[in-house]
């Protein structure tokens, strides 16, 4: 897409963030992380406004640092739509009139979000999304000054945030190994990390079965 629309897409995909928000603030203890991201959003969202104001007016192609920009709006977009998904997920699971809205029992989900997407916690997605809007903020072709100390400002209260969720618990609930056996020797793989248990045989089948496992 050209980058009108990729922004164009990325402001909807906030708007589609901030409204999950709405009904994830409601789990009880949830981390001071997501509340971060949600503050941030509107910030996001003012720096692609105006630099989409900015590009119907000139051609940043004739930026020395074009190639720069274009990566940088485009990455914004793919972690703001990873961020999407993955509110989207607990917003889903809240919204089960029966189900538990205690953080002990959404960070599984969340685990489980974020492994299905290879994804970062969402205060770490935050800080590259902002650390985009900084390289689109110092380019000449922009000029958003303006909203430079707020980005940097922003990009430090993330870093000072508690994270939402443990390096032990991603780390253990990454154990995806993926097993190769080129000579098609008879082999067991067992990933007891609470989401899935994979068995192989020589034929290349596979036996999946999947429990609700959470041991945090």
């Not at 709405?22 to 996001?44: H, S």
């Not at 930026?63 to 709006?73: C, F, G, K, V």
């Not at 489980?112 to 994804?119: C, I």
Request: proline share 2%.
């Amino acid at each position: 897409m050209d980058p009108l629309s990729v922004i164009s897409s990325t402001i909807g995909i906030i708007g589609a963030v901030a409204s999950a928000y709405e009904t994830i603030k409601k789990i009880q203890n949830l981390p001071k992380a997501f509340d971060e991201v949600n503050k941030n959003l509107p910030l996001v969202r003012g720096v692609l406004q105006r630099v989409y104001e900015r590009i119907q007016r000139i051609d940043p192609s004739v930026d020395q640092n074009s190639d720069s920009i274009r990566e940088a709006i485009n990455t914004c977009h793919d972690k703001v739509e990873i961020l999407q998904k993955i509110f989207a997920t607990l917003e889903e699971k809240c919204k089960d009139r029966d189900a538990d809205k205690t953080w002990k029992r959404a960070r599984a989900w969340y685990r489980e979000a974020m492994r299905g997407m290879q994804a970062d916690r969402v205060e770490g997605l935050m800080k590259e999304i902002l650390d985009r809007m900084r390289i689109l903020a110092v380019s000449q072709v922009f000029s958003l000054n303006d909203d430079l100390d707020e980005i940097k400002e922003a990009i430090n209260s993330l870093s000072e945030v508690d994270p939402s969720l443990d390096d032990s618990e991603i780390e253990m609930g990454a154990i995806y190994a993926q097993q190769t056996n080129r000579d098609h020797a008879t082999g067991t793989q067992y990933n007891m990390s609470g989401g899935v248990l994979n068995t192989g045989n020589n034929s290349g089948e596979y036996f999946r079965e999947r429990w609700d496992l959470d041991i945090w």
